[in-house]
C-alpha cells in the first residue's frame, strides 16, 4: 500500500516537474526573463564606461610621454609647463579608470603602480642616483606613476628655475622621468591589450559568485569609493584615521594646487558608473541605479536608488566649498575637510550596507556555511 | 500514574541505534570537511580577535592545538558511530564540538547548537544498546529501551521544527514575503527557475508562507502515522531544496537523518539487517553476545529528571526575548539560541571612534586592522559584538600610553530591505557601558513596526 502511494507520489511529482519545465520554456519565449539583465550591463559597462576610458586615458600618456620626450632634449620652462599641462591631464583621466581593479589591472597592481602616494621621495633620489629602478618591485610602487611625476615636476626643488637647473645638470632626472612615464605607458598598454580577450569573459560571467564580473565590480568600485576615494584623497589627509591631519598625505602634494580637482574627477567618475553614463557623457544605458530601481525589492528600492544619487550631489557640492589648494585647507580649517568626509561617508554607508543587501552581494569572499 | 506508566514503556532499541550512527557519521564528515575547507586555519587561528559569549570569556582557540580539538571531536564522533566506548566517546563529543562553538560566536548557527544540545541529549541515551562495538566487549546487547528516550529526541527535534515556523509568524515574513523577495531574486544564476521563476513576487510568498506551514507541521506529520511516509519525503525536498539555495552547509543532511527517528522499529531493523549485509558477518554474529530483552539504566529517576529540566528548559529558553523591550529582529537581545533559522535579512557598517578623554581629539579606526572580513559583517549589526569590540578597542588603544580613551561607534543598519538607520547611539561611550543581560539602552529603537511572535 505504501509502497504504491510512494509510486504514485513519484509519478506525479514528475509530472509537475516537467510541467514546471515547459511552463519555464514557453515562458522564456513569450516573455523576456523577467531577472535584471546583468549581460547587458556588463556589455554596458565594457563597452561605454571601461574600454573608452582606458583608451582616452592611454592618449592622455601618449600626449605626456610625448611632452616628456620635447622635455627631456629640451629643458626650459615652456616645455616645462607643457609637460606639467600633460601630466595634469593624464591625472584627471586617470580618476576615471582607477575603480576598475580587474582582470590585468588586478593582477598587475596597476592602481598601485599608478597612484600610491605620499610618493615615497628618498627612494625616488636614490632611484636617480642608483638609475636601473625595478618598477615591478613593491616598494617601488610608491616611487613611480602620477605621485612620482608630481614630485619630479613640482617638488625636486624650490622652484622652477632650479627644477630646470636638474635637469640640465644630467641625465639622471631626464631618465628617471622619461622611465616613469615608459612604466606608466607599458602597463596601460598591457591593461587594454588584454581586455580585447578578456571582454568575453567579462560579460558571460554573469552569476552571483564572488568570482563573477558583477560581483567583483560591484566590490571593486566600493572599495575604491571607501579606499581610493573617501579614505586616501580626504580622510586620511584630515587626519581622520589618525587624530592629526596629515597633510604631505594629500593627493598631489607637490603640486598642491589641483588635489580638488583630481577628487571632483574622481567622484564625478564615481557617479557617471553609478548612474550608468557613457564615459563620453552622451548616453546612458543599465547601471546599479536602475538594477536598484528593477529590483525594487522593498518599497524602499526606488528612494533608494534616488537617495544615493542625491547624496552623491551633496558630497560634491561639500567638496566644492573646499579650497583647490587641500594643505591650505587643513592648516586653514581642517572641519571642512572632515564635514566633507562625513558626506562622502555617508554614501558609503548607503553602497554597502542598503545597495548590497538589495543586490544580495556580500562584502568580499565570506567563506563559510550560514544557517 | 500515568506518567510512571509511560516511563515504564519499552520499544525496539533500533531507532537510538540508527540515530546514533547516523549522527556520528555526519560529525565525523561534518568534521573533516570544516579542516579540509581550511576553516579551523580562516575561522580560528588567523583572527587575532575572537568574539566570546557571555561568561565564556575564557573559552579561547588554542593556536595550533585547536586542530588536536578538531581530531578529538572527530574521532569521538567517529567512536559514537560505531558505539565504542559510547557514554565516554559522546561526552567528548559534546565537551569538544561545544568548546569549538564557544571559541568565537561569529560562527554561531542554530544548527550548530542543535548538534550542541543534542549530544548533551544523548549523553544520557542508551544508544549503544545495540547494534554496538560496546555490545561486542560487554558480550550483550538488548533489544529494548525505555520508550522515553526515543520520544527525548523526537520532542528536541518537535521543538526545533515547531519554533522555527513560530518564528515565521511576523508581518516583514508573512506580509513582505521579507527576507525571500531579496534573496530568491539573487538566485537568478539557478539553472531553469533563476531567471524566471525567483523573480515572481507571487512565489516569494509562496515560499514564505509555505515555509511557516512546513516548520509549524512537519513534526505533527511525522509523528502521525499515516501521513509519516509523506512528510518524510517532503522533509527530504525542503531541505534539499534550501541546500540548492543557500549556503547552509551540512545543516539538511542533519535534519533529513533526524527525521529518520519518527520512524517505526521495523523500519530500523530494516537499515541495521541492511548495514549488517554490508559490515563483515563474522564480527557481528549473534553467538558473540547474549541478547537481554531490556536495557535498565542505572538511575533512571536521575536521568529521567535530567532530561525533563533539559526539554523545559528548551520550552521556555526561546521566549526569553519577551523579556526585553523593542523589536527582536533589531536589538536580538534573546534572539540566539531560539531556532529563528535564516529568517531575517540583515546588513551593517560600523566605524570606531577613539576618543582622547582628556584632549577631546578622536580618530577612527581601521575594522580591517583587527577583524576579518566575516568577523566585521557579523560584528556591523549584532549589539553584543559592538559592545565587546569597543571595550577590545578601548583596552587596545589605552594600553599604549596612559591615556584615558572613549570609545564611540558611526553604527548604520538595514533590515529585512529597509533603508539603513542609525542603529547604536553615537553619543555613548561604550567603553564605559558593560556587558550583562539586561537591556541595552543605547541601541536606538526600529523606526518601523514589525508584528508578529
Known amino acids: 500500500m505504501i509502497r504504491k502511494n510512494i509510486i504514485l507520489l513519484f509519478f506525479t511529482s514528475l509530472l509537475l516537474v516537467n510541467c514546471g519545465g515547459s511552463d519555464d520554456e514557453s515562458q522564456s519565449d513569450d516573455i523576456a526573463p523577467i531577472a535584471y539583465d ?151 598598454s598591457s591593461v587594454i591589450n588584454d581586455w580585447s580577450d578578456y571582454r568575453t569573459s567579462f ?167 550560514g544557517d | 500514574m500515568n506518567t510512571s506508566n509511560y516511563l515504564e514503556k519499552k520499544y525496539s532499541s533500533a531507532p537510538l541505534a540508527v540515530f546514533r550512527i547516523g549522527f556520528g557519521l555526519l560529525m565525523c564528515f561534518s568534521i573533516i570537511r570544516f579542516w579540509f575547507k581550511g576553516w579551523i586555519e580562516t575561522l580560528y587561528i588567523e583572527p587575532s580577535f575572537h568574539f566570546s559569549y557571555y561568561g565564556f570569556e575564557w573559552v579561547k582557540p588554542l593556536d595550533n592545538y585547536t586542530y588536536i580539538l578538531f581530531i578529538i571531536c572527530g574521532i569521538s564522533a567517529f567512536l559514537v558511530a560505531v558505539g565504542l566506548k559510547y557514554r565516554l566517546s ?45 555490545n561486542l566487549i560487554k558480550k550483550r546487547s538488548y533489544l529494548q529501551v525505555p520508550k522515553w528516550t526515543i520520544d527525548s529526541i523526537k520532542i528536541l527535534l518537535t521543538i526545533v521544527y ?120 563474522n564480527f557481528i554474529k549473534s553467538n558473540h553476545y547474549k541478547i537481554v530483552e531490556i536495557y535498565r539504566l542505572k538511575k533512571p529517576k536521575f536521568i529521567v529528571s535530567i532530561i525533563s529540566i533539559f526539554l523545559i528548559i528548551q520550552f521556555l529558553f526561546p521566549f526569553r526575548y519577551l523579556l526585553y523591550p523593542g523589536e527582536l529582529f533589531w536589538n536580538e537581545q534573546g534572539y540566539r539560541f531560539s531556532w529563528r533559522v535564516m529568517l531575517v535579512e540583515k546588513v551593517g557598517s560600523s566605524v570606531f571612534k577613539i576618543a582622547n578623554k582628556k584632549t577631546g581629539s578622536f580618530f577612527y579606526v581601521n575594522n580591517e586592522d583587527f577583524l576579518t572580513p566575516f568577523q566585521e559583517k557579523q560584528m556591523s549589526f549584532q549589539p553584543d559584538f559592538i559592545l565587546e569590540y569597543a571595550h577590545f578597542l578601548g583596552d587596545y588603544y589605552s594600553s599604549n600610553e596612559d591615556q584615558v580613551v572613549e570609545v564611540y561607534v558611526d553604527s548604520y543598519v538595514a533590515l529585512n530591505g529597509r533603508l539603513s538607520q542609525r542603529y547604536i547611539d553615537k553619543n555613548v561611550d561604550l567603553y564605559n557601558e558593560k556587558e550583562s543581560f539586561k537591556h541595552k539602552k543605547w541601541i536606538l529603537p526600529l523606526k518601523d513596526e514589525i508584528k508578529g511572535l
Do not use: C
Not at chain 1, 629643458?75 to 590585468?104: A, C, T, V
Not at chain 1, 588586478?106 to 628618498?122: R, V
Open chain 1, 38 to 188: 546583468r549581460a547587458k550591463m556588463l556589455v554596458h559597462w565594457a563597452d561605454k564606461i571601461i574600454l573608452p576610458a582606458h583608451s582616452s586615458f592611454k592618449q592622455t600618456l601618449i600626449d605626456l610621454d610625448n611632452s616628456t620626450k620635447s622635455f627631456v632634449a629640451v629643458p626650459n620652462q615652456s616645455n616645462l609647463d607643457d609637460i606639467r599641462s600633460k601630466w595634469l591631464i593624464s591625472y584627471k583621466s586617470w580618476q576615471h579608470i582607477e575603480m576598475f581593479d580587474i582582470g590585468k589591472s588586478e593582477e598587475i597592481y596597476f592602481k598601485s603602480k599608478m597612484n600610491s602616494y605620499p610618493a615615497f621621495k628618498t627612494r625616488i633620489e636614490n632611484n636617480i642616483m642608483l638609475g636601473n629602478t625595478n618598477f615591478d618591485d613593491v616598494s617601488n610602487y610608491s616611487s613611480q606613476g602620477f605621485p612620482a611625476l608630481d614630485y619630479m615636476l613640482f617638488g625636486i626643488a624650490s622652484d622652477d628655475t632650479n627644477i630646470l637647473n636638474k635637469y640640465t645638470g644630467g641625465y639622471d632626472y631626464s631618465n628617471y622621468l622619461t622611465s616613469l612615464v615608459n612604466k606608466m605607458l607599458n602597463s596601460t
Open chain 1, 203 to 369: 560579460i558571460s560571467s554573469t552569476d552571483n559568485t564572488a568570482s563573477s564580473s558583477v560581483n567583483k565590480l560591484i566590490n571593486d568600485f566600493i572599495f575604491y569609493y571607501e579606499k581610493g576615494l573617501r579614505a586616501n584623497k580626504v580622510g586620511i589627509p584630515a587626519g581622520v584615521f589618525s587624530g592629526n591631519p596629515l597633510k604631505e598625505n594629500v593627493e598631489a602634494f607637490y603640486n598642491k594646487e589641483v588635489s580638488k580637482d583630481l577628487l571632483l574627477n574622481a567622484l564625478d567618475s564615481t557617479i557617471k558608473f553609478y548612474n550608468g553614463t557613457s564615459y563620453d557623457g552622451l548616453s546612458s544605458g543599465p547601471s546599479l541605479k536602475s538594477y536598484l530601481t528593477h529590483l525594487n525589492s522593498s518599497k524602499d528600492g526606488s528612494t533608494l536608488a534616488a537617495l544615493i544619487a542625491s547624496k552623491l550631489e551633496t558630497a560634491k557640492s561639500q567638496i566644492n566649498m573646499l579650497s583647490n589648494n587641500f594643505i591650505n585647507q587643513i592648516e586653514s580649517d581642517n572641519n571642512k575637510m572632515l564635514v566633507t568626509y562625513d558626506a562622502i561617508q555617508s554614501v558609503v554607508v548607503l553602497f554597502k550596507v542598503d545597495m548590497l543587501q538589495a543586490f544580495s552581494i556580500n562584502v568580499d569572499y565570506t567563506d563559510a556555511d
Open chain 2, 90 to 134: 559522546i561526552f567528548f563529543f559534546f565537551l569538544s564540538f561545544t568548546y569549538i562553538e564557544l571559541m568565537d560566536k561569529t560562527t554561531y548557527l542554530n544548527h550548530y547548537y542543535l548538534i550542541s544540545i543534542l549530544s548533551f541529549l544523548m549523553i544520557f541515551l542508551p544508544a549503544n544498546a545495540s547494534f554496538s562495538i560496546d
Open chain 2, 162 to 281: 515547531f519554533y522555527s515556523g513560530l518564528a515565521k509568524i511576523n508581518s516583514d515574513w508573512l506580509f513582505k514575503a521579507m527576507p525571500l523577495k531579496i534573496w530568491l531574486p539573487s538566485k537568478f544564476d539557478l539553472p531553469l527557475i533563476g531567471e524566471n521563476l525567483m523573480q515572481l513576487e507571487w512565489v516569494h510568498y509562496l515560499m514564505s508562507w509555505g515555509g511557516m506551514f512546513y516548520d509549524l507541521l512537519i513534526p505533527f506529520l511525522l509523528l502521525y502515522k499515516p501521513t509519516r511516509i509523506y512528510a518524510f519525503l517532503l522533509v527530504i525536498f525542503f531541505h534539499l531544496f534550501t541546500k540548492v539555495l543557500f549556503p547552509i552547509g551540512m545543516f539538511p543532511y542533519i535534519m533529513i537523518m533526524g527525521s529518520l527517528i519518527f520512524f517505526d522499529s521495523s523500519f530500523h531493523l530494516k537499515i541495521i539487517s541492511l548495514l549488517k549485509k554490508i559490515i563483515p558477518i
